[in-house]
């Protein structure tokens, strides 16, 4: 996963969130319970 926080004062609250899952893993809601544990 990786995070990228904005520089500027106008975007310093906000990050782009990224993250990989493996193709053979994809379409079993793995990065959608990733990112509900990320944002309780």
Do not use: P
Not at 2 to 13: D, L
Not at 19 to 31: D, F, K, V
Request: charged content about 15%; aromatic content about 10%.
């Amino acid at each position: 996963m990786i995070a990228i926080g904005g520089s500027v004062k106008r975007t310093k609250h906000s990050a782009y969130l990224v993250i990989g899952i493996l193709e053979e893993y994809r379409g079993q809601g793995i990065g959608t319970a990733l990112f509900q544990v990320l944002f309780l």
